[in-house]
């Protein structure tokens, strides 16, 4: 009944207008179309992802070898499965030319294929040649397709020669597009495509050499891929082969969207808690409004509930409104842009209207426009009858009802709840929960300090304009401190977005250069290692040079168990690794526990581990790993942990094995050469046309296509921090707006008095900058300690307070701050004394 | 012997505001007999609107005790006191506090669907008629002059028959001519359906046309209850 009768009320009041909730329904509309555009862009790419797996992949399942071709019984076993198999080999190496100023040379990723490939999808060239004639004979000599960038790196127009290793090449094509890019991961050069008959000339796949395999099967529709995979790995457990199929075709891209995506929904919804401070103020200016109306309903007899529902009823429909707004405006958003989005990526993007994305900004939305329009909600309860005859003298509960406070606790306990399972993630979502709800709390007792501080300088400065402006700051009722925090909010978000910005665009950058070296050269063999160094150590230009013996194997088991069971999803376990053998401790290292082994020790396999590595994965002195190393299981004990900074870009191997161990086994070497930058050019063409099979890659080279890939992810995380800011500067206008009719009439009343405008003016000005200022310190400290939180926890990086974006955010804030309330304030002092003075009777 | 309608037993107020706490009302002790007609004069901040607002239950007095048709209003909470105001009280106030967003009718239907009843529009409509406005029924409080707006309240205030009605300067914000007609209807009706009128006011014509006269200064009862002025 009460129900009934409140819903009635509720509409009535809503003929009013929505004058007073055009800035709830921007921030929730807001809040909600950023949650609902990210999510929908991810699903799409998941989407595009699962749907184009086989494309992507190459074939509905593939087996990966590293540094060598599959056996024979493995081969057999592949093709007994397949209804057809493609060979594929992958690696880096260098291209050569003789330019008109001598010879030139560029890394790139080189693809061998046979005349399966490929099995699904197809490579387009530049003059729709078909790839296997592109490939084939081109007057006694191979052909190759490559990517315009390094044809145009090396001068190289179709019909063109070049070489890689021993081999010539004619360049019969450019390469536009090949299908299964995305699932080759990221590649150190722009890629060129062979066939593997051309490459046995070349000298660049022989033993040692740093190269994978991958073989593409293509398999009845019946097949079933989970048991195919379970088959596959316990076939081949010992053997290093690391299988993949359809369903998840693109894994790195697959992980990496989805690490992004959660990061920058999590970032939508500190957005969406800045949008809630605005939420409700503006619930709080409204039910302001209302008191009149409240206490007339209360003399007529209304009990607390029906009031209370009234409101409530009144804004959720509004909330409702807002949020429906928000899922429409975040589903339309992908659509319009879904163009231009398939355009910057690298797999294709399936876009549509998805109901998880709608579901989950619905639930992020609905549960937070309850717990921040729940607490001015409760207030309603304690407006008495007698407000009508006399202002409020009475001093204001400082917290809700208990039942309310504990909902509230509900509410958002049931937030974080959705939000970790939205997005599979308790340690993120937890620490972003503690970010905000620990921003509010210090944004909280700054709006409580300042109007101390204010209340006692406004009783100490005599300036005038000064007291003004401090004794309109320590009053509790003009709606400074849910300023402070809406803005400090926003504000803190912004600072923390900018920190790792920043830090992710500055980290390589800047602290890599000062120790890095020019070049790593790999697949430096045996027999020229000695050559190699003689050649480099006469080079007066040469500051320093390191080099070591190299292969590649990967950790299958620790202690006898799975090594995934042991180190879940670490980045050591992760594929393949590069490991080295040294019988003495190598010259700049530190141990940190245990010793290291006799420089002709021959007994049973010792590791050496890096120490911060180990301690991650849990390992200790005396555990076996077991190691599959070109097929074969070596299983070594911990001898000793120690340091490696791959900060410097130096040579650091996770693992080190005593030489007796693996010295066998085919491998090659690696160098890392030290020079000024601008004698590289020079050294890389003496040693390039030396040893032709070597690749070279340029450290100044790998540093600028990393950064272009953190810019990459910077950028996306700015542009989810641009909802932010928009929220945020709508808060600040909302407070602006509800804060007008009180400037007017103390403008009015100051004019009376004989204040000049001037002054009025600078009164006005003077309290928004010190509103400003007081939300952008304490911003300034959440926001540096967020971004050093998220660098040092999410992206395991050094931190480094970017002072230009800190402070440039925070001069932002205030002066934005300053905008608003000018900008009503000008609007206050332009009316008539008498006019506002009229209508306030 | 007569039972009192209202009887308050040395009633106290006081308030606590950022300036501290302010005295109000001192032990006021009085009674108001059924049918009755009682104005409350005194100069500005005597505490006579007080004292209305806790006769109708919109006050808690800080000590004291006050009755009303025999229920103890100071032993109610909140929501007890709504629901007593619903059945047994109607409020006219200076500002006649009309609900903006509701037109006429729905400000005088409002009470009646408070307290369930399946005619309030007809009801309302009927007790429009009687103040006079049945040309202006679904117009917004906006749309009205002061003295229709009154109307409203006064149709607002008796339209659910109350034992009391309270009102706080009624004709405060009005011309002379348009307050004359609006305590004329004041007066009719509340006699006409019974109730007990008690009203706070400065225009002494207007305390004249009551049965009592009560002053107040300082929160004090100047003039003993039990005086008559009329």
């Not at chain 1, 401090?470 to 977005?497: C, E, K």
């Not at chain 2, 009674?31 to 109708?56: H, I, N």
């Amino acid at each position: 009944m009460s129900w009934k009768i409140s819903a009635k009320f509720a509409r009535r009041e809503l003929r009013g207008g929505i004058t007073g909730f055009r800035i709830l329904l921007a921030c929730l509309t807001l809040g909600v179309a950023a949650i609902t555009a990210v999510s929908t862009i991810k699903i799409a790419i998941e989407t595009g992802l699962t749907e184009q797996g086989a494309t992507l992949l190459g074939g509905q399942a593939e087996a990966e070898f590293t540094y060598r071709f599959a056996t024979a019984e493995e081969r057999d076993w592949l093709v007994g499965n397949a209804l057809a198999i493609s060979e594929v080999t992958d690696f880096r190496s260098m291209a050569h030319v003789q330019g008109p100023d001598g010879p030139e040379q560029a890394l790139t990723q080189v693809k061998s294929v046979d005349d399966a490939y490929p099995l699904t999808g197809s490579v387009t060239l530049s003059n729709d040649v078909a790839l296997k004639v592109a490939l084939g004979d081109q007057d006694g000599t191979p052909g190759a397709v490559m990517q315009r960038v390094l044809a145009e790196r090396l001068g190289l127009d179709v019909g063109d020669r070049f070489r890689l290793g021993q081999q010539d090449f004619v360049l019969s094509a450019l390469l536009k597009a090949e299908p299964d890019r995305a699932s080759d991961g990221y590649g150190m050069g722009p890629r060129t495509l062979v066939h593997t008959n051309a490459l046995k000339a070349a000298g660049l796949l022989s033993p040692g050499t740093v190269f994978s395999t991958k073989y593409r099967l293509l398999l009845a529709p019946d097949k079933d891929l989970e048991q195919l995979k379970t088959a596959a790995e316990d076939r081949f457990s010992n053997s290093g082969m690391r299988w993949r199929d359809a369903r998840n075709g693109a894994p790195g891209i697959a992980r990496f969207i989805d690490r992004l995506g959660v990061f920058l929904v999590l970032v939508g919804l500190a957005g969406l808690a800045v949008g809630g401070v605005g939420v409700s103020a503006a619930v709080k200016t409204y039910l302001d409004s209302k008191i009149s109306v409240i206490a007339t309903l209360r003399t007529l007899g209304a009990t607390r509930a029906i009031i209370f529902q009234t409101y409530f009823l009144q804004i959720g429909a509004l909330s409702g409104v807002g949020i429906a707004l928000g899922l429409l405006l975040g589903s339309a958003i992908p659509l319009a842009l879904a163009p231009w989005i398939n355009a910057q990526l690298p797999i294709p993007a399936s876009f549509t209207i998805y109901a998880k994305p709608l579901f989950e900004a619905a639930v992020y939305g609905f549960l937070t426009a309850l717990i921040f329009t729940l607490w001015p909600l409760a207030r309603v309860e304690d407006i008495r009858a007698a407000t009508l005859f006399r202002d409020q003298i009475c001093r204001h509960k400082t917290l809700p009802a208990l039942r309310y406070l504990m909902a509230i606790g509900g509410l958002l306990t049931a937030l974080l709840a959705s939000a970790v399972w939205f997005n599979d993630t308790i340690k993120l979502t937890l620490w972003m929960a503690a970010g905000i709800i620990g921003a509010l709390f210090a944004l909280a007792v700054a709006a409580f300090v300042m109007q101390r501080t204010a209340r006692l300088a406004s009783r100490a400065v005599r300036q005038p304009v000064w007291r003004w402006a401090l004794a309109a700051l320590s009053n509790p009722s003009n709606g400074s401190a849910s300023v402070v925090m809406s803005l400090g909010l926003g504000l803190s978000v912004l600072a923390a977005v900018g920190q790792i910005d920043g830090n992710l665009r500055g980290a390589i950058a800047r602290d890599l250069p000062k120790v890095a070296p020019s070049y790593f050269f790999v697949d430096i063999q045996k027999d020229q290692i000695s050559d190699f160094v003689a050649r480099v150590s006469i080079n007066p230009q040469v500051t320093r040079m390191d080099t070591a013996p190299m292969l590649r194997g990967i950790i299958t088991q620790i202690n006898g168990v799975d090594a995934n069971e042991v180190a879940g999803d670490h980045w050591v376990i992760r594929g393949d690794r590069g490991l080295t053998f040294a019988a003495t401790l190598p010259e700049r290292t530190t141990l940190t526990a245990g010793t290291w082994w006799e420089a002709d020790y021959s007994g049973p396999p010792l590791l050496s581990f890096a120490a911060e590595e180990a301690a991650e994965i849990g390992l200790e002195l005396g555990d076996k790993v077991t190691l599959n190393i070109l097929g074969r299981n070596i299983t070594a004990e911990i001898k000793n942990f120690r340091e490696v900074d791959f900060s410097n870009a130096g040579i650091g191997f996770v693992m080190t094995l005593n030489p007796a161990a693996i010295s066998g086994a085919p491998h090659s070497f690696i160098s890392t050469l030290y020079a000024a930058e601008t004698a590289e050019a020079g050294i890389l063409r003496d040693l390039a046309s030396r040893f032709p099979n070597i690749t070279a890659i340029r450290v100044r080279d790998a540093i600028a296509e990393v950064s272009k890939l953190l810019g990459a992810i910077a950028s996306a995380t700015s542009y989810g921090a641009a909802t932010t800011i928009l929220t945020g500067f709508l808060v600040l206008i909302g407070a602006a707006a509800a804060g007008e009719r009180a400037r007017s009439y103390e403008a009015a009343v100051l004019k009376t008095i004989g204040a000049t405008r001037r002054q009025i003016l600078l009164s006005f000005a003077l309290r928004s900058a010190l509103l400003g200022a007081a939300a952008g310190i304490v911003a300034l400290a959440v926001g540096i300690l967020g971004g050093w939180a998220v660098n040092h926890f999410v992206m395991e990086a050094k931190f480094a307070v970017v002072w230009p974006s800190a402070l440039a955010i925070i001069f932002g804030g205030l002066l934005a701050n300053l905008l608003a309330g000018l900008g009503f304030a000008l609007k206050s002092l332009a009316s008539r004394p008498a006019q506002t003075l009229r209508s306030r009777d | 012997m007569t039972v009192p309608v209202v009887s308050a037993e040395l009633l106290s107020l006081s308030l606590t505001g950022n300036a501290g706490k302010i005295d109000i009302l001192h032990d006021i002790t009085l009674d108001v007999l059924p049918g009755e007609t009682l104005a409350l004069v005194g100069p500005s901040g005597s505490g006579k609107s007080s004292l209305l607002m806790l006769m109708g239950g919109l006050e808690r007095a800080s000590s004291g005790r006050i009755n009303a048709l025999g229920h103890d209003l100071s032993a109610m909470s909140e929501d007890q006191l709504a629901r007593f105001r619903r059945q047994h009280m109607g409020v006219v106030f200076q500002s006649f506090h009309l609900i903006p967003n509701m037109t006429a009718l729905e400000n005088v239907a409002t009470p009646l669907e408070l307290a369930g009843d399946k005619q309030a529009f007809q009801r309302a409509r009927h007790e429009l008629e009687v103040v006079g406005l049945s040309h202006r029924m679904g117009h917004y409080p906006s749309e009205l002059s002061g003295g229709e707006q009154q109307r409203v309240a006064l149709a607002r205030a008796l339209v659910t028959r109350p034992d009391i009605l309270l009102a706080d300067e009624p004709t405060g914000n009005l011309d002379g001519a348009t307050g004359a007609a609006i305590v004329d209807l004041l007066f009719n009706l509340s006699a006409k359906h019974g109730a007990t009128l008690i009203l706070v006011t400065h225009a002494t014509e207007l305390a004249e046309r009551c049965d009592r006269t009560i002053h107040l200064r300082d929160g004090r009862l100047e003039t003993q209850p039990s005086e008559t002025a009329a």
